[in-house]
Protein backbone atom coordinates (compact mmCIF):
# COMPACT_ATOMS: atom_id res chain seq x y z
CA UNK A 1 0.00 0.00 0.00
CA UNK A 2 1.70 3.29 -1.06
CA UNK A 3 1.73 6.30 1.57
CA UNK A 4 -0.67 8.62 1.89
CA UNK A 5 0.67 12.03 -0.72
CA UNK A 6 1.00 15.35 1.59
CA UNK A 7 -0.55 17.05 -1.12
CA UNK A 8 -3.51 15.59 -3.44
CA UNK A 9 -5.54 18.10 -5.52
CA UNK A 10 -8.33 17.13 -8.05
CA UNK A 11 -9.34 19.70 -10.55
CA UNK A 12 -8.99 22.77 -8.36
CA UNK A 13 -11.03 25.29 -9.54
CA UNK A 14 -11.17 29.09 -8.44
CA UNK A 15 -13.22 31.68 -9.97
CA UNK A 16 -13.70 35.83 -8.86
CA UNK A 17 -16.67 37.31 -9.92
CA UNK A 18 -19.75 37.05 -11.33
CA UNK A 19 -21.70 37.06 -15.14
CA UNK A 20 -19.30 38.68 -17.77
CA UNK A 21 -16.65 39.65 -15.14
CA UNK A 22 -15.78 36.26 -13.92
CA UNK A 23 -11.65 35.49 -13.87
CA UNK A 24 -10.72 31.76 -13.38
CA UNK A 25 -7.90 32.02 -11.54
CA UNK A 26 -7.48 28.27 -11.74
CA UNK A 27 -9.15 26.33 -14.35
CA UNK A 28 -8.45 22.91 -12.98
CA UNK A 29 -5.47 21.86 -11.46
CA UNK A 30 -4.41 18.33 -10.74
CA UNK A 31 -1.14 17.97 -8.25
CA UNK A 32 0.40 15.06 -6.03
CA UNK A 33 3.06 15.62 -4.04
CA UNK A 34 4.71 13.15 -1.74
CA UNK A 35 6.07 13.41 1.88
CA UNK A 36 9.99 14.33 1.38
CA UNK A 37 9.47 16.17 -2.11
CA UNK A 38 10.58 19.53 -3.15
CA UNK A 39 8.61 21.74 -5.18
CA UNK A 40 8.92 25.44 -6.86
CA UNK A 41 5.95 26.51 -8.11
CA UNK A 42 6.26 29.14 -11.03
CA UNK A 43 4.51 31.68 -12.86
CA UNK A 44 4.31 35.18 -13.81
CA UNK A 45 1.83 37.26 -12.23
CA UNK A 46 -1.90 36.70 -12.95
CA UNK A 47 -0.70 32.77 -13.09
CA UNK A 48 -2.75 31.82 -10.63
CA UNK A 49 0.51 30.62 -8.46
CA UNK A 50 -0.85 33.03 -5.32
CA UNK A 51 -4.29 31.44 -5.26
CA UNK A 52 -2.70 27.70 -5.76
CA UNK A 53 -0.80 28.40 -2.57
CA UNK A 54 -3.41 29.68 -0.94
CA UNK A 55 -5.60 26.75 -1.48
CA UNK A 56 -2.78 24.09 -0.47
CA UNK A 57 -2.61 26.44 2.89
CA UNK A 58 -6.22 26.19 3.90
CA UNK A 59 -6.10 29.72 3.14
CA UNK A 60 -8.62 30.02 1.01
CA UNK A 61 -11.01 27.08 -0.71
CA UNK A 62 -11.73 26.44 -4.50
CA UNK A 63 -15.26 27.17 -6.04
CA UNK A 64 -14.54 23.59 -6.98
CA UNK A 65 -12.76 20.31 -6.54
CA UNK A 66 -11.05 18.25 -3.56
CA UNK A 67 -7.93 19.14 -1.96
CA UNK A 68 -6.72 16.29 0.76
CA UNK A 69 -3.98 17.74 3.00
CA UNK A 70 -2.10 14.92 4.58
CA UNK A 71 -5.00 12.36 3.81
CA UNK A 72 -7.40 15.36 5.43
CA UNK A 73 -10.59 16.76 3.13
CA UNK A 74 -10.12 19.86 4.09
CA UNK A 75 -13.12 20.82 1.96
CA UNK A 76 -15.63 19.99 4.35
CA UNK A 77 -13.97 21.68 7.22
CA UNK A 78 -15.40 24.85 9.16
CA UNK A 79 -12.90 27.86 10.06
CA UNK A 80 -11.96 26.86 13.78
CA UNK A 81 -11.13 23.42 11.89
CA UNK A 82 -9.18 24.84 9.42
CA UNK A 83 -7.16 26.63 11.52
CA UNK A 84 -6.24 23.85 13.43
CA UNK A 85 -5.35 22.19 10.00
CA UNK A 86 -3.24 25.29 9.23
CA UNK A 87 -1.40 24.98 12.94
CA UNK A 88 -0.61 21.62 12.97
CA UNK A 89 0.14 20.20 9.47
CA UNK A 90 1.33 23.44 7.56
CA UNK A 91 4.59 25.37 8.55
CA UNK A 92 4.62 28.52 6.86
CA UNK A 93 7.33 30.85 6.09
CA UNK A 94 6.29 34.77 3.96
CA UNK A 95 8.44 36.94 2.10
CA UNK A 96 7.56 39.90 4.95
CA UNK A 97 8.76 37.10 8.01
CA UNK A 98 5.86 37.98 9.91
CA UNK A 99 7.47 38.64 13.49
CA UNK A 100 5.86 40.37 16.16
CA UNK A 101 7.74 43.35 16.89
CA UNK A 102 9.60 43.18 20.73
CA UNK A 103 9.10 39.81 20.92
CA UNK A 104 12.06 37.53 21.38
CA UNK A 105 13.22 35.01 18.78
CA UNK A 106 12.13 31.83 21.28
CA UNK A 107 8.90 33.57 22.07
CA UNK A 108 8.23 33.89 18.06
CA UNK A 109 9.15 30.18 17.77
CA UNK A 110 7.11 29.15 20.72
CA UNK A 111 3.81 30.69 19.16
CA UNK A 112 2.61 27.63 17.19
CA UNK A 113 3.13 25.49 20.32
CA UNK A 114 1.16 27.81 22.75
CA UNK A 115 -1.75 27.63 20.26
CA UNK A 116 -1.48 24.32 20.16
CA UNK A 117 -1.87 23.92 23.39
CA UNK A 118 1.63 22.67 24.11
CA UNK A 119 3.42 23.21 27.83
CA UNK A 120 5.25 25.62 28.91
CA UNK A 121 8.64 24.07 29.12
CA UNK A 122 8.24 21.39 26.15
CA UNK A 123 7.21 24.75 24.58
CA UNK A 124 10.51 25.86 25.28
CA UNK A 125 12.37 22.86 24.45
CA UNK A 126 11.07 22.57 21.25
CA UNK A 127 11.79 26.56 20.08
CA UNK A 128 15.49 26.33 21.27
CA UNK A 129 15.35 22.94 19.25
CA UNK A 130 14.33 24.28 16.45
CA UNK A 131 16.30 27.86 16.55
CA UNK A 132 19.47 25.38 16.99
CA UNK A 133 18.48 23.60 14.14
CA UNK A 134 18.62 26.88 12.12
CA UNK A 135 21.94 28.15 13.70
CA UNK A 136 20.55 30.64 16.08
CA UNK A 137 20.32 29.06 19.49
CA UNK A 138 22.87 32.17 20.58
CA UNK A 139 19.91 34.58 19.63
CA UNK A 140 17.44 33.17 21.02
CA UNK A 141 16.62 36.23 23.06
CA UNK A 142 17.08 38.97 20.62
CA UNK A 143 14.46 40.26 18.97
CA UNK A 144 13.65 41.51 15.30
CA UNK A 145 14.97 44.95 15.28
CA UNK A 146 18.05 43.35 17.09
CA UNK A 147 18.75 40.99 13.72
CA UNK A 148 19.32 40.94 10.06
CA UNK A 149 17.08 40.04 7.41
CA UNK A 150 18.86 36.96 7.16
CA UNK A 151 18.31 36.28 11.02
CA UNK A 152 15.01 37.13 11.24
CA UNK A 153 13.73 35.35 7.99
CA UNK A 154 15.54 31.92 9.72
CA UNK A 155 13.63 32.69 13.10
CA UNK A 156 10.32 32.68 10.46
CA UNK A 157 12.04 28.88 9.28
CA UNK A 158 12.50 27.48 13.02
CA UNK A 159 8.83 28.44 13.96
CA UNK A 160 7.37 26.83 10.50
CA UNK A 161 9.23 23.41 11.60
CA UNK A 162 9.19 24.00 15.39
CA UNK A 163 5.32 21.61 15.16
CA UNK A 164 7.02 19.19 12.58
CA UNK A 165 4.54 20.19 9.92
CA UNK A 166 3.31 17.71 7.20
CA UNK A 167 4.50 20.38 4.69
CA UNK A 168 6.47 23.52 4.73
CA UNK A 169 4.98 26.19 2.40
CA UNK A 170 7.55 29.11 1.84
CA UNK A 171 5.83 32.32 -0.31
CA UNK A 172 8.87 34.33 -1.96
CA UNK A 173 11.11 33.63 0.90
CA UNK A 174 14.26 35.15 0.13
CA UNK A 175 12.60 38.14 -1.99
CA UNK A 176 13.27 40.80 1.22
CA UNK A 177 16.65 39.05 1.46
CA UNK A 178 20.67 40.12 0.08
CA UNK A 179 22.48 37.26 -1.77
CA UNK A 180 24.53 36.22 1.08
CA UNK A 181 20.89 35.93 3.43
CA UNK A 182 19.45 34.09 0.13
CA UNK A 183 22.05 31.43 0.44
CA UNK A 184 21.90 30.93 3.71
CA UNK A 185 18.14 30.42 4.13
CA UNK A 186 18.24 28.41 0.65
CA UNK A 187 20.83 26.43 2.27
CA UNK A 188 18.76 25.66 5.60
CA UNK A 189 15.86 25.07 3.13
CA UNK A 190 17.78 22.52 1.44
CA UNK A 191 19.14 20.91 4.56
CA UNK A 192 15.53 20.40 5.88
CA UNK A 193 14.61 18.63 3.23
CA UNK A 194 17.17 16.48 2.79
CA UNK A 195 16.16 15.45 6.20
CA UNK A 196 12.64 14.35 4.65
CA UNK A 197 10.83 17.47 5.06
CA UNK A 198 8.29 18.16 2.46
CA UNK A 199 8.71 21.67 1.14
CA UNK A 200 6.13 23.41 -1.58
CA UNK A 201 7.90 26.80 -2.16
CA UNK A 202 6.12 29.61 -4.89
CA UNK A 203 9.01 31.29 -5.83
CA UNK A 204 9.60 33.68 -9.55
CA UNK A 205 13.56 33.26 -9.33
CA UNK A 206 14.86 30.28 -11.25
CA UNK A 207 18.40 30.86 -8.48
CA UNK A 208 15.69 29.99 -6.53
CA UNK A 209 13.75 26.98 -7.61
CA UNK A 210 16.75 25.29 -8.63
CA UNK A 211 17.21 24.34 -5.33
CA UNK A 212 14.15 22.43 -5.72
CA UNK A 213 13.78 18.79 -7.03
CA UNK A 214 10.17 19.64 -8.70
CA UNK A 215 9.57 22.49 -10.98
CA UNK A 216 5.86 22.83 -11.44
CA UNK A 217 5.21 26.60 -14.07
CA UNK A 218 1.40 27.58 -14.12
CA UNK A 219 -0.17 29.99 -16.80
CA UNK A 220 -3.75 30.91 -16.96
CA UNK A 221 -4.26 28.79 -14.32
CA UNK A 222 -3.50 26.05 -15.96
CA UNK A 223 0.00 23.61 -14.79
CA UNK A 224 1.39 23.60 -18.16
CA UNK A 225 4.85 21.68 -16.97
CA UNK A 226 6.06 19.56 -13.85
CA UNK A 227 9.49 18.67 -14.64
CA UNK A 228 11.63 16.65 -11.75
CA UNK A 229 15.73 18.33 -12.05
CA UNK A 230 18.53 17.56 -9.71
CA UNK A 231 18.66 20.32 -7.03
CA UNK A 232 21.12 22.90 -7.76
CA UNK A 233 23.22 21.65 -4.87
CA UNK A 234 22.36 19.58 -1.30
CA UNK A 235 24.02 19.16 2.27
CA UNK A 236 26.83 17.58 2.83
CA UNK A 237 25.89 13.35 3.66
CA UNK A 238 26.77 13.16 7.22
CA UNK A 239 25.21 16.67 7.79
CA UNK A 240 21.62 15.50 6.32
CA UNK A 241 21.72 12.05 8.71
CA UNK A 242 22.30 14.25 11.47
CA UNK A 243 19.18 16.57 11.03
CA UNK A 244 16.95 13.50 9.62
CA UNK A 245 18.40 11.64 13.80
CA UNK A 246 17.72 15.13 15.51
CA UNK A 247 15.16 14.45 17.74
CA UNK A 248 14.43 17.57 19.26
CA UNK A 249 11.88 19.16 17.32
CA UNK A 250 9.35 16.78 17.50
Do not use: W
Request: with cysteine; glycine share 10%.
Amino acid sequence: MSPTPVIAARQLIKTYGMGDAVVHALAGVDLTVHQGDFVAIMGSSGSGKSTLMNILGCLDVPTTGRYLLDGIDVGGLDEKQLSLVRNRKIGFIFQSFNLVPRTSAIAQVELPLAYAGVKAAERRRRAMAALTMVGLAERAEHKPNELSGGQQQRVAVARALVTSPAMLLADEPTGNLDSHSTKEVLGIVDRLNASGRTVVLITHEDEVAEHAKRVIRLVDGLIISDVRQAPAEGPPPALARALATQGGVR
